[in-house]
DNA sequence: CGAGGGGTTGACAAAAGTCAATTATGGTGG
DNA sequence: CCACCATAATTGACTTTTGTCAACCCCTCG
């Protein structure tokens, strides 16, 4: 999805230097900037700030001034229905945007909690806009992120409307992997960060069937589950069983 | 969610004049532009291309190069797995946007469809970046309709993840209501453009419970339904069903 | 007027949810 | 460092919801 990085040593180390984490702009800023603009999108998006697990970014109704770029940690972001029932929305890591859905009624719809201790970079919008408008690379890269985020949307309602419970959750392992590895982390075997009612949330599913799947898969010798840790046996396995369904 | 239509007489003419469809600008197009703008903007959307029921606006693969506004008529977008199952993405009528999934890959990433005969504005998506530079109001609204998007997505993801078939209906009903009541059409009577299938996928449900659940609903007063023709008979009480995913 | 697509309905099967009991786990304070 | 508590996770028995398969109707269109 995402343009590889492609930089020569020798720049790199600018770019390092004018955006002192790399990742991020990797996955949110657009590449190919000229050295000026760079300063200049640097000069917007403020230091990362530390973020204790358990903390909000933003609530459902707030107003909104920012979106935020996940610098380091996992945040989930939710919608919570009157009677307290939480729809997850989303799991986001390392290079990810939040806050997108705010733009449109200048509120925030959804709440958005740090499932770890991380980092975040917060981007006031208006100036965004107003530099996107200097920097045509920059403009159509937020047409890209948030076009990016409706391809997703777009997934999850694939899986949401057509997928059983066993899909569903090898879609969801299959993801993680996937977003891991091009982290630079392990793709067999990572720790989840979230609760079994959380995936489940995010999956449609009760926290039960979450947890009795994914029991069955590792019978299967599809996985090894030791609680949050995960292990992907077979991947091959866990793909053939997604396999009828477009992934993202 | 939109703005109202806050135009006095005198300019309302000018702006018919400038503008051949004013739903769309209502819908699609920000208000507040000076008349130089609103020509550029004209000069931009092509004049509406007419299209015929089952014709295909684009297909999932295609390359992407404008996105496209709803004139008159009523369209569904949706991506097809590999074998063959559809998932369902949207409806979307007179002055809603489609397209903007492609913008992130150059490709367009599901297929368009029209259920009816239709009207469609076709917007070059590389000119409407380069004049919503010029034009920060125009660059603003785009992120907002974008925005609005993703917000809608989560709505169906709600739907989708945590409510039952009678709920899901009902909101869907609901839904429909609203969006034409919007547009000047009666709120408590219309017609389907959609198959019960079309509607299942959306939804995800097989046609035969959506077939069963209009005919309970119908039971219990709530609904008339003659094949295709719907009247909500009882909104409130459909409306309570919605909300009545509270339920613990 | 007959074929075919869309829609309804019933009987049954499968999937996931609910309730409840039990077992880990991790964080905290003594 | 350990014991304890609250929270998270697992598992089983049973219920509810939805899906599946099949028969049938109805309407439209060629």
């Known amino acids: 999805m995402l343009a590889p990085i492609k930089i ?66 996992f945040f989930k972001t939710s919608v919570i229905s009157e009677d307290g029932r939480e729809q997850v929305t989303g799991f986001h ?14 509120r925030h719809t959804c709440d958005a909690v740090a499932l770890e201790d991380g980092e975040i970079c917060e981007l006031p919008f208006d100036d965004f806009e107003s530099l996107a408008r200097r920097i045509p690379a920059l403009q159509h890269h937020l047409y890209r992120m948030m076009s990016r985020e409706i391809v997703r949307d777009h997934g999850v309602m694939l899986l949401l409307g ?34 079994r009612e959380e995936i489940g949330s995010y999956l449609g599913l009760k926290l039960e069937t979450v947890s009795r799947t994914l029991s069955r898969f590792q019978e299967q010798g599809l996985v090894k589950v030791q609680n949050r840790l995960i292990n992907l046996t077979d991947e091959a396995g866990l793909r053939q069983l997604v396999s009828s369904c477009v992934r993202d």
């Open 93 to 106: 890591m390392n290079g990810e945007l939040m806050g997108l859905d705010a733009i449109s009624t200048t």
């Open 162 to 195: 057509n997928m059983k419970a066993e899909e569903r959750i090898a879609a969801f392992l299959l993801n993680l992997s996937e977003r891991f590895e091009q982290r630079g982390y392990s793709h067999s075997s990572f720790h989840l960060r979230m609760t």
């Open 8 to 73: 020569r040593d020798a720049s790199l180390k600018q770019i390092r230097h004018a955006c002192s984490n790399c990742s991020l702009r990797e996955l949110c800023l657009p590449v190919g900037l000229s050295r000026d603009e760079m300063k200049q999108v640097d000069q917007l998006v403020t230091q990362g700030r530390p973020i204790r697990r358990g903390e909000y970014l933003y609530r459902a109704g707030q107003r909104f001034h920012s979106i935020y770029a996940v610098r380091l940690g």
